[in-house]
Protein backbone atom coordinates (compact mmCIF):
# COMPACT_ATOMS: atom_id res chain seq x y z
CA UNK A 1 0.00 0.00 0.00
CA UNK A 2 2.93 2.41 0.73
CA UNK A 3 4.45 2.00 -2.66
CA UNK A 4 1.26 2.26 -4.20
CA UNK A 5 0.54 5.47 -2.85
CA UNK A 6 3.49 6.86 -3.71
CA UNK A 7 3.71 6.14 -7.28
CA UNK A 8 0.23 7.87 -7.84
CA UNK A 9 0.63 11.08 -9.70
CA UNK A 10 -3.16 12.76 -9.68
CA UNK A 11 -4.73 13.56 -6.62
CA UNK A 12 -8.03 12.05 -8.54
CA UNK A 13 -6.38 8.90 -8.60
CA UNK A 14 -5.10 9.67 -4.41
CA UNK A 15 -8.62 10.52 -3.95
CA UNK A 16 -9.83 7.21 -5.53
CA UNK A 17 -7.16 5.16 -3.32
CA UNK A 18 -8.16 7.18 -0.16
CA UNK A 19 -11.86 5.77 -0.62
CA UNK A 20 -11.02 2.31 -1.40
CA UNK A 21 -9.20 2.24 1.87
CA UNK A 22 -10.93 4.93 3.90
CA UNK A 23 -14.32 5.38 2.62
CA UNK A 24 -17.59 3.47 3.93
CA UNK A 25 -16.51 0.31 2.70
CA UNK A 26 -12.94 0.75 2.64
CA UNK A 27 -10.27 -2.12 3.50
CA UNK A 28 -8.69 -0.33 6.41
CA UNK A 29 -12.59 0.43 7.53
CA UNK A 30 -13.65 -3.09 7.62
CA UNK A 31 -10.94 -4.52 9.10
CA UNK A 32 -11.29 -1.41 11.92
CA UNK A 33 -14.62 -2.66 12.38
CA UNK A 34 -13.63 -5.69 13.19
CA UNK A 35 -10.90 -5.01 15.78
CA UNK A 36 -13.15 -6.36 18.81
CA UNK A 37 -12.26 -9.98 17.78
CA UNK A 38 -8.45 -8.99 17.94
CA UNK A 39 -5.97 -9.11 20.85
CA UNK A 40 -4.16 -6.39 22.72
CA UNK A 41 -1.57 -6.94 20.19
CA UNK A 42 -3.48 -7.09 16.81
CA UNK A 43 -5.49 -4.16 17.99
CA UNK A 44 -2.08 -1.92 18.66
CA UNK A 45 -0.49 -2.65 15.12
CA UNK A 46 -3.28 -2.12 13.45
CA UNK A 47 -4.14 1.32 15.05
CA UNK A 48 -0.15 2.12 14.42
CA UNK A 49 -1.07 0.99 10.67
CA UNK A 50 -4.33 3.19 9.98
CA UNK A 51 -2.42 6.00 11.53
CA UNK A 52 0.70 5.85 9.34
CA UNK A 53 -1.25 5.32 6.19
CA UNK A 54 -3.66 8.68 6.67
CA UNK A 55 -0.42 10.35 7.55
CA UNK A 56 1.18 8.70 4.26
CA UNK A 57 -1.81 9.75 2.02
CA UNK A 58 -1.82 13.58 3.24
CA UNK A 59 2.32 14.01 3.24
CA UNK A 60 1.85 12.73 -0.58
CA UNK A 61 -1.46 15.06 -1.00
CA UNK A 62 0.93 17.95 -0.22
CA UNK A 63 3.64 16.14 -2.94
CA UNK A 64 1.02 16.80 -5.63
CA UNK A 65 0.16 19.88 -4.84
CA UNK A 66 3.21 21.36 -4.68
CA UNK A 67 4.33 19.49 -7.84
CA UNK A 68 1.28 20.76 -9.63
CA UNK A 69 1.65 24.55 -8.56
CA UNK A 70 5.51 24.40 -9.47
CA UNK A 71 4.62 23.28 -12.78
CA UNK A 72 1.61 25.94 -13.22
CA UNK A 73 4.72 28.70 -12.32
CA UNK A 74 6.90 26.77 -15.45
CA UNK A 75 4.23 27.57 -17.66
CA UNK A 76 1.82 30.74 -16.42
CA UNK A 77 4.21 34.03 -15.93
CA UNK A 78 3.07 37.63 -15.52
CA UNK A 79 4.27 39.85 -17.56
CA UNK A 80 4.80 43.18 -15.11
CA UNK A 81 5.19 45.44 -17.98
CA UNK A 82 1.83 44.86 -18.78
CA UNK A 83 -0.61 47.68 -17.94
CA UNK A 84 -2.65 47.11 -14.90
CA UNK A 85 -6.45 46.67 -15.34
CA UNK A 86 -8.49 49.47 -14.69
CA UNK A 87 -10.17 49.53 -11.97
CA UNK A 88 -13.04 51.42 -10.38
CA UNK A 89 -12.88 52.43 -6.59
CA UNK A 90 -15.43 53.52 -4.85
CA UNK A 91 -15.59 57.31 -3.15
CA UNK A 92 -17.71 58.97 -0.87
CA UNK A 93 -20.87 60.67 -2.10
CA UNK A 94 -20.53 64.95 -2.95
CA UNK A 95 -22.59 65.44 0.12
CA UNK A 96 -20.43 63.49 2.62
CA UNK A 97 -17.79 65.05 0.69
CA UNK A 98 -19.09 68.33 1.91
CA UNK A 99 -20.05 67.71 5.03
CA UNK A 100 -16.84 66.38 6.15
CA UNK A 101 -15.25 69.48 4.75
CA UNK A 102 -17.99 72.02 6.25
CA UNK A 103 -18.13 70.07 9.39
CA UNK A 104 -13.87 70.53 9.73
CA UNK A 105 -13.86 74.02 9.37
CA UNK A 106 -16.59 75.31 12.13
CA UNK A 107 -14.67 72.45 14.21
CA UNK A 108 -11.51 74.70 13.60
CA UNK A 109 -13.16 77.88 14.70
CA UNK A 110 -13.94 76.24 17.95
CA UNK A 111 -18.03 74.87 17.40
CA UNK A 112 -18.56 71.55 18.78
CA UNK A 113 -20.60 69.36 16.07
CA UNK A 114 -24.19 68.38 17.85
CA UNK A 115 -26.91 65.97 16.39
CA UNK A 116 -30.88 65.97 17.37
CA UNK A 117 -33.80 63.53 16.20
CA UNK A 118 -35.52 63.65 13.31
CA UNK A 119 -39.05 63.43 15.31
CA UNK A 120 -39.28 67.03 17.14
CA UNK A 121 -41.59 67.84 19.51
CA UNK A 122 -43.82 71.11 19.09
CA UNK A 123 -41.83 73.13 22.13
CA UNK A 124 -38.15 72.25 20.53
CA UNK A 125 -39.52 73.02 16.91
CA UNK A 126 -41.13 75.87 17.03
CA UNK A 127 -42.30 77.16 20.63
CA UNK A 128 -39.49 77.39 22.29
CA UNK A 129 -38.09 78.95 19.07
CA UNK A 130 -40.09 81.98 19.75
CA UNK A 131 -42.94 80.59 17.00
CA UNK A 132 -46.21 79.93 19.69
CA UNK A 133 -49.01 78.51 18.25
CA UNK A 134 -51.28 80.11 16.04
CA UNK A 135 -47.83 82.21 15.16
CA UNK A 136 -48.04 83.70 11.89
CA UNK A 137 -44.10 82.61 11.02
CA UNK A 138 -45.58 78.73 11.32
CA UNK A 139 -47.18 79.36 8.03
CA UNK A 140 -43.79 80.45 6.31
CA UNK A 141 -42.82 76.62 6.87
CA UNK A 142 -44.96 73.74 4.84
CA UNK A 143 -44.38 71.03 7.80
CA UNK A 144 -45.28 67.53 7.73
CA UNK A 145 -47.38 66.94 10.90
CA UNK A 146 -47.83 63.56 12.42
CA UNK A 147 -50.39 61.82 14.43
CA UNK A 148 -49.74 62.61 17.48
CA UNK A 149 -48.94 65.98 16.84
CA UNK A 150 -44.91 66.24 16.38
CA UNK A 151 -43.63 67.03 13.41
CA UNK A 152 -40.84 65.85 11.38
CA UNK A 153 -38.34 68.46 11.84
CA UNK A 154 -38.36 71.05 9.52
CA UNK A 155 -35.10 73.04 11.10
CA UNK A 156 -31.99 71.83 13.03
CA UNK A 157 -32.62 75.28 14.95
CA UNK A 158 -34.22 72.78 17.35
CA UNK A 159 -31.19 70.93 18.00
CA UNK A 160 -29.97 74.41 19.59
CA UNK A 161 -32.43 74.46 22.20
CA UNK A 162 -31.64 71.10 22.91
CA UNK A 163 -27.70 71.90 23.40
CA UNK A 164 -28.58 75.26 25.34
CA UNK A 165 -31.09 73.15 27.63
CA UNK A 166 -28.61 70.70 28.13
CA UNK A 167 -25.45 72.51 28.65
CA UNK A 168 -26.39 75.94 29.28
CA UNK A 169 -24.12 79.05 28.69
CA UNK A 170 -21.88 79.99 27.31
CA UNK A 171 -21.35 77.01 24.12
CA UNK A 172 -19.95 77.67 20.76
CA UNK A 173 -21.95 74.43 18.82
CA UNK A 174 -23.31 73.53 15.44
CA UNK A 175 -26.03 71.05 14.52
CA UNK A 176 -26.30 68.97 11.50
CA UNK A 177 -28.87 66.69 10.07
CA UNK A 178 -31.83 66.26 7.64
CA UNK A 179 -35.25 68.37 7.41
CA UNK A 180 -38.32 68.01 6.22
CA UNK A 181 -40.90 70.24 3.84
CA UNK A 182 -43.21 69.54 1.61
CA UNK A 183 -41.27 71.15 -1.34
CA UNK A 184 -39.99 69.62 -4.57
CA UNK A 185 -38.12 71.39 -7.29
CA UNK A 186 -34.80 71.90 -9.18
CA UNK A 187 -33.16 73.59 -6.25
CA UNK A 188 -35.63 72.39 -3.15
CA UNK A 189 -36.31 68.85 -2.17
CA UNK A 190 -38.89 67.60 0.79
CA UNK A 191 -35.97 66.10 2.56
CA UNK A 192 -32.69 68.28 2.72
CA UNK A 193 -29.84 69.02 5.01
CA UNK A 194 -29.07 71.84 7.13
CA UNK A 195 -25.90 73.02 9.55
CA UNK A 196 -26.94 75.55 12.06
CA UNK A 197 -24.17 77.13 14.58
CA UNK A 198 -24.65 79.43 17.87
CA UNK A 199 -22.40 81.30 19.65
CA UNK A 200 -23.74 82.91 22.84
CA UNK A 201 -21.53 84.53 25.14
CA UNK A 202 -21.18 87.38 26.97
CA UNK A 203 -20.22 90.37 24.39
CA UNK A 204 -20.37 88.49 21.34
CA UNK A 205 -21.52 90.96 18.56
CA UNK A 206 -22.90 90.86 14.93
CA UNK A 207 -19.62 91.68 13.68
CA UNK A 208 -18.53 88.36 15.53
CA UNK A 209 -21.66 86.51 13.57
CA UNK A 210 -20.13 88.43 9.77
CA UNK A 211 -15.78 87.44 10.74
CA UNK A 212 -17.23 83.61 11.16
CA UNK A 213 -19.17 83.36 8.33
CA UNK A 214 -16.84 85.38 5.97
CA UNK A 215 -13.94 83.27 7.12
CA UNK A 216 -15.97 80.15 6.63
CA UNK A 217 -16.33 80.73 3.12
CA UNK A 218 -13.31 81.40 2.32
CA UNK A 219 -11.87 78.41 3.45
CA UNK A 220 -14.96 76.54 1.61
CA UNK A 221 -14.58 78.16 -1.51
CA UNK A 222 -10.80 78.23 -1.41
CA UNK A 223 -11.33 82.24 -2.29
CA UNK A 224 -8.86 84.71 -1.29
CA UNK A 225 -11.52 87.42 0.03
CA UNK A 226 -15.19 86.83 -0.45
CA UNK A 227 -17.48 90.31 -1.19
CA UNK A 228 -20.77 89.39 1.05
CA UNK A 229 -24.17 91.71 1.11
CA UNK A 230 -25.86 91.96 4.29
CA UNK A 231 -29.66 92.33 3.89
CA UNK A 232 -32.27 92.69 6.89
CA UNK A 233 -35.17 90.18 7.02
CA UNK A 234 -37.05 88.25 9.85
CA UNK A 235 -37.04 85.07 11.80
CA UNK A 236 -38.78 84.38 14.78
CA UNK A 237 -36.01 83.35 16.82
CA UNK A 238 -33.90 86.48 15.73
CA UNK A 239 -33.30 89.50 16.34
CA UNK A 240 -31.97 91.61 14.31
CA UNK A 241 -32.45 89.13 11.32
CA UNK A 242 -30.38 89.16 8.24
CA UNK A 243 -30.00 87.50 4.81
CA UNK A 244 -26.15 87.24 4.02
CA UNK A 245 -25.54 86.89 0.02
CA UNK A 246 -21.97 86.45 -1.56
CA UNK A 247 -20.50 87.73 -4.86
CA UNK A 248 -20.39 84.78 -7.18
CA UNK A 249 -18.41 84.72 -10.64
CA UNK A 250 -18.59 88.16 -11.68
CA UNK A 251 -21.70 90.70 -10.55
CA UNK A 252 -23.77 87.57 -9.28
CA UNK A 253 -25.35 87.40 -6.08
CA UNK A 254 -26.42 84.37 -4.45
CA UNK A 255 -28.05 83.88 -0.81
CA UNK A 256 -25.61 81.59 1.17
CA UNK A 257 -27.24 81.91 4.50
CA UNK A 258 -29.94 83.29 7.25
CA UNK A 259 -28.54 84.91 10.45
CA UNK A 260 -28.78 87.04 13.33
CA UNK A 261 -28.83 87.89 16.97
CA UNK A 262 -30.28 85.34 19.18
CA UNK A 263 -33.98 86.66 20.36
CA UNK A 264 -34.14 86.93 23.48
CA UNK A 265 -37.45 84.97 24.07
CA UNK A 266 -35.32 82.12 22.63
CA UNK A 267 -32.85 82.71 25.35
CA UNK A 268 -34.99 83.14 28.29
CA UNK A 269 -37.00 79.71 27.35
CA UNK A 270 -33.87 78.29 27.39
CA UNK A 271 -33.27 79.58 30.84
CA UNK A 272 -30.40 81.99 29.67
CA UNK A 273 -30.52 85.46 31.01
CA UNK A 274 -30.60 87.79 27.99
CA UNK A 275 -29.21 90.58 30.28
CA UNK A 276 -25.90 88.88 30.27
CA UNK A 277 -25.44 86.50 27.43
CA UNK A 278 -26.52 87.04 23.79
CA UNK A 279 -25.03 85.20 21.05
CA UNK A 280 -26.11 85.25 17.26
CA UNK A 281 -27.13 81.77 14.80
CA UNK A 282 -27.09 81.44 11.32
CA UNK A 283 -28.12 78.57 9.22
CA UNK A 284 -27.34 77.01 5.56
CA UNK A 285 -28.37 74.31 3.91
CA UNK A 286 -25.16 71.94 2.83
CA UNK A 287 -27.05 70.50 -0.56
CA UNK A 288 -26.77 74.42 -2.17
CA UNK A 289 -23.20 75.02 -0.87
CA UNK A 290 -22.49 71.46 -2.51
CA UNK A 291 -24.24 72.67 -5.49
CA UNK A 292 -22.10 75.96 -5.47
CA UNK A 293 -19.01 74.17 -4.64
CA UNK A 294 -19.42 71.28 -7.63
CA UNK A 295 -20.96 73.36 -10.21
CA UNK A 296 -24.16 71.30 -10.08
CA UNK A 297 -27.29 72.61 -11.56
CA UNK A 298 -29.97 70.04 -9.83
CA UNK A 299 -30.04 69.92 -6.30
CA UNK A 300 -32.52 66.17 -6.80
CA UNK A 301 -29.43 64.50 -8.78
CA UNK A 302 -27.81 64.27 -4.85
CA UNK A 303 -30.25 61.77 -4.10
CA UNK A 304 -31.16 59.68 -7.88
CA UNK A 305 -28.22 57.12 -6.88
CA UNK A 306 -27.10 57.62 -10.46
CA UNK A 307 -23.50 56.50 -10.50
CA UNK A 308 -23.13 57.79 -13.93
CA UNK A 309 -24.29 60.84 -12.96
CA UNK A 310 -21.41 60.75 -10.23
CA UNK A 311 -18.98 59.60 -12.39
CA UNK A 312 -19.69 62.49 -15.04
CA UNK A 313 -19.32 65.06 -12.23
CA UNK A 314 -16.43 63.81 -11.14
CA UNK A 315 -17.10 61.93 -8.35
Not at 110 to 127: A, C, R
Not at 256 to 276: E, K, S, T, W, Y
Not at 288 to 305: P, Q, T
Request: charge should be negative.
Amino acid sequence: MKEQINQIQTLEELQALHTATFGKNGTMTARLRDMKNLDNDARAALNKENAELRELFKTRQADIEYAVMMAKLQTQKLDVTLSPEPEHVGRLHPLTQALAEISGILESFGYNLWTGPEIEDDWHNFTALNTPAHHPARDMQDTFFLPNGNVMRTQTSAIQIRAMEKCGVPIKMFGIGATYRKEMDATHSPMFHQIEGLYVDKNVTMSDLIGDVRAFLQRFFEMDNVELRIRPSYFPFTEPSIEIDMKWHGDKWLEIMGAGMVHPDVLRNCGVDPDVYQGFAFGFGWDRLAMLKYNLSDIRKFYDGDIRWLQANGF
